[in-house]
């Protein structure tokens, strides 16, 4: 089995993990397993019965849905995970079916947590339901933001406070630690993530571009300067 301990500076980066309680900690590294995906394929899908939590520590998972049956069906891309976020909480407080698809955007590699084990460890251990509620509040927190965001902000504002949320590992990771400056992402997925046209989100990427922002490669966008992207979100 691959040796966990390896993984430990990723995880202890993000602040969720950083700031458990070191028993919670140490239980979840106890009973983790580690998972590798290749670019494309399937985690988990829509309906899916609950399988755990996980941790990505190395590639990018894609959180999506899906509109349309057949010829028409169309992805909707709504998050691209990236270390060291953690993911399917909702799952393991209500017990039902999972609610979007699951797939590796690039290869990955992931931390598991089974599902009937974490629940067990749960059981013995009740005051840490707490701790794992933080983990789905964050994610609540940022939900309201998106939405209020995608009623009142125009679209180069949003693009911006997008690629600055990614940056940021979606609130778990901070410039003091390990800001993301190379983005796993396509200029499709951004304008599906923010509900535009992909016409509008290049005319917004060239335009970031040539005030130096950023730099758009092929399935991917290195970002150059983080104050200039923070000023963009203004």
Known sequence: MPDISSHLPMLRSGRWFA????????GLLAMARVRT????????????????????VRGTIRISGHSGEGDAAREAVLVLLSPPQWFGEISVFD????????HAAEACTLLHIPHEELLAWLARHPAHWRDLAVLMADKLRLAFV?????????APQRLARRLLTMALSYGQATESDRTLRVLAVTQEQLALMIGVSRQTTNQILRDFKARGVLHVQRGCIELLDLQALRAECE
């Open 95 to 102: 017990g039902s079916t999972r609610t979007h698809d699951a």
């Open 146 to 154: 998106s939405m209020e965001e995608q009623t009142v902000l125009p």
């Open 19 to 26: 700031q458990l309680p070191p028993d919670f900690a140490q």
């Open 37 to 56: 995906l290749q670019a494309g394929e399937k985690l988990f899908l829509r309906e899916a019965a609950p399988c755990g939590l996980y941790a990505v």
